[in-house]
């Protein structure tokens, strides 16, 4: 398989097919190890037992705590224009 490097914000990408992912038995949010040795990219799927997922220091729920429309600003949102909604 041949792709290309494309640029993600300040990152750079690669895009992995179904059927490579599917070959490596890898799917979306699969945990893994990237090592470089020499000139080469490795990337290797994480054992189950390391199935620890990443440990952020705030969930969803810390930090939608609070918040309000007034809160979150919903008072300063603009209302759309006509060529805006198609109308």
Known sequence: MHTEIKRWGNSAAIRLSSKLLAAT???????ISIEVEG???IIQAL???TGR????P?????????????????????????VETGD
């Not at 997922?53 to 952020?56: A, G, H, T």
């Not at 969930?59 to 006509?82: C, M, N």
């Open 25 to 31: 038995r890898l799917e979306i949010s699969s945990l």
């Open 47 to 49: 054992p189950e037992e």
């Open 58 to 82: 705030y969930s969803e729920e810390d930090l939608l705590a609070g918040l309000t429309p007034e809160t979150a600003h919903a008072d300063a949102l603009a209302e759309l224009s006509a």
């Open 53 to 56: 997922r990443l440990s952020l």
């Open 39 to 41: 000139n080469r990219i």
